[in-house]
């Protein structure tokens, strides 16, 4: 095994490829997200926002006249006739099947996540895509972020070696206001936060042989269905891997001193630990961190990790792309693989609903 150095951690990946010819991108949906991840993204990277469409015409006019965008659509289905275009769907889960659904054959398509409502949805948007031939992803985008690439390069250069340990713990205040959908769901945490996690673990560890979850409330948060989780995934006798997710930590009555967003890999060869600097204080956030030590290498932080928003969306629109035209190999977010991470997310909400084992008396 060759050694390393700081500097081979120092120097890891942490961007995807443009693709050689951008193709421009139609939004559908003109929520937060797109307003703070998807067109920062896109304007950074070079990418082209040529249409917009929302039912709230307002939102979509105010969203034009900041990015430049040269057409503001006033129904969807004027929006959705070209298949020169990507067509970036960022509505939330209940609208999504309905939009698929008006999709032209053979377009290309980027799908906000969850998959749907429901696994029945999830399955049911997978068949639609492939019927019409759509070259669809969803926006499972953590693994795409800087830090996320760098913790992969790492691991297919060996510098973890066998993963014995992943972790990932958040006690964050998260501004759930910024969601108003969300007060609708029956299910909140999960399908909508830890869901990029289970899906990045995925990526890492394969797939789980079973799940626990316990998903609370919360008395300041009484208009959510839950906004706290404990999760297990078991991968056998080898592997400890575990999610402990609280984001009602009051920083308005304690500060942020002991708030804290992070994961944790440990392996035969070294170890990663990866700081969510955007969870703090978020949407304001703090700078993102990488450090890893591996064969006698002390902890050494990576450079260039960027920020989880906007900087993974620009990983998964280049995937999408170079994907549609030859340029990569693999969809990494794709339909199917998405799919996967869907039966994972719903297996911890049976789990939710279901009692734990009883104390014996």
Same mark, same amino acid.
């Given at each position: 095994?060759?050694?390393?150095?700081?500097?081979?951690?120092?120097?890891?990946?942490?961007?995807?490829?443009?693709?050689?010819?951008?193709?421009?991108?139609? =939004?559908?949906?003109? /929520?937060?997200?797109? !307003?703070?991840?998807?067109?920062?993204?896109?304007?950074?990277?070079?990418?082209?926002?040529? /249409? *917009?469409?929302?039912?709230?015409?307002?939102?979509?006019?105010?969203?034009?006249?900041?990015?430049?965008?040269?057409?503001?659509?006033?129904?969807?289905?004027?929006?959705?006739?070209?298949?020169?275009?990507?067509?970036?769907?960022?509505?939330?889960?209940?609208?999504?099947?309905?939009?698929?659904?008006?999709?032209?054959?053979?377009?290309?398509?980027?799908?906000?996540?969850?998959?749907? !409502?429901?696994?029945?949805?999830?399955?049911?948007?997978?068949?639609?895509?492939?019927?019409?031939?759509?070259?669809?992803?969803?926006?499972?985008?953590?693994?795409?972020?800087?830090?996320? =690439?760098?913790?992969?390069?790492?691991?297919?250069?060996?510098?973890?070696?066998? *993963?014995?340990?992943?972790?990932?713990?958040?006690?964050? /205040?998260?501004?759930?206001?910024?969601?108003?959908?969300?007060?609708?769901?029956?299910?909140?945490?999960?399908?909508?936060?830890?869901?990029?996690?289970?899906?990045?673990?995925?990526?890492?560890?394969?797939?789980?042989?079973?799940?626990?979850?316990?998903?609370?409330?919360?008395?300041?948060?009484?208009?959510?269905?839950?906004?706290?989780?404990? *999760?297990?995934?078991?991968?056998?006798?080898?592997? #400890?891997?575990?999610?402990?997710?609280?984001?009602?930590?009051?920083?308005?009555?304690?500060?942020?001193?002991?708030?804290?967003?992070?994961?944790?890999?440990?392996?035969?060869?070294?170890?990663?630990?990866?700081?969510?600097?955007?969870?703090? !204080?978020?949407?304001?956030?703090?700078?993102?961190?990488?450090?890893?030590?591996? #064969?006698?290498?002390?902890?050494?932080?990576?450079?260039?990790? /960027? %920020?989880?928003?906007?900087?993974?969306?620009?990983?998964?629109?280049?995937?999408?792309? #170079?994907?549609?035209?030859?340029?990569?190999?693999?969809?990494?977010?794709? *339909?199917?693989?998405?799919?996967?991470?869907?039966?994972?997310?719903?297996?911890?909400?049976?789990?939710?609903?279901?009692?734990?084992?009883?104390?014996? %008396?």
């Amino acid at each position: 095994m060759m050694p390393i150095s700081s500097e081979d951690i120092k120097n890891l990946n942490t961007s995807w490829p443009l693709p050689k010819n951008k193709k421009p991108i139609i =939004l559908i949906g003109a /929520g937060g997200i797109v !307003n703070d991840a998807h067109l920062p993204a896109y304007k950074k990277s070079g990418f082209e926002a040529q /249409g *917009i469409y929302d039912p709230i015409k307002e939102k979509a006019e105010k969203l034009a006249e900041e990015y430049k965008i040269k057409q503001v659509f006033s129904n969807i289905n004027d929006a959705i006739l070209d298949n020169n275009v990507v067509y970036d769907i960022a509505v939330p889960p209940s609208e999504l099947l309905s939009v698929v659904k008006k999709l032209p054959n053979n377009s290309v398509a980027l799908l906000q996540k969850p998959m749907g !409502n429901s696994l029945e949805e999830a399955k049911e948007i997978k068949n639609i895509v492939k019927e019409k031939s759509i070259t669809a992803a969803v926006n499972l985008q953590l693994k795409f972020s800087p830090m996320m =690439l760098a913790v992969r390069d790492a691991i297919d250069k060996k510098f973890i070696g066998e *993963i014995t340990e992943l972790e990932i713990c958040l006690s964050v /205040g998260t501004p759930w206001h910024l969601w108003p959908f969300l007060k609708d769901l029956n299910n909140v945490e999960v399908p909508l936060h830890s869901i990029h996690y289970i899906d990045w673990i995925r990526s890492v560890l394969g797939e789980p042989k079973s799940v626990y979850c316990k998903s609370v409330k919360h008395p300041n948060h009484l208009s959510l269905s839950d906004c706290r989780s404990s *999760i297990i995934l078991d991968y056998g006798e080898k592997i #400890r891997c575990c999610l402990s997710l609280n984001h009602t930590h009051n920083t308005e009555f304690h500060g942020l001193k002991h708030s804290h967003a992070y994961a944790r890999l440990e392996g035969q060869n070294g170890a990663a630990y990866i700081k969510f600097g955007l969870l703090l !204080n978020y949407p304001k956030g703090e700078p993102e961190e990488v450090e890893i030590s591996s #064969r006698g290498v002390e902890w050494t932080k990576v450079n260039n990790v /960027g %920020s989880w928003f906007p900087d993974a969306f620009i990983g998964t629109m280049s995937n999408l792309q #170079r994907f549609a035209v030859g340029e990569d190999e693999k969809l990494l977010h794709s *339909i199917d693989d998405s799919y996967n991470t869907m039966t994972v997310v719903y297996a911890c909400l049976k789990s939710n609903s279901e009692p734990g084992t009883p104390i014996p %008396s």
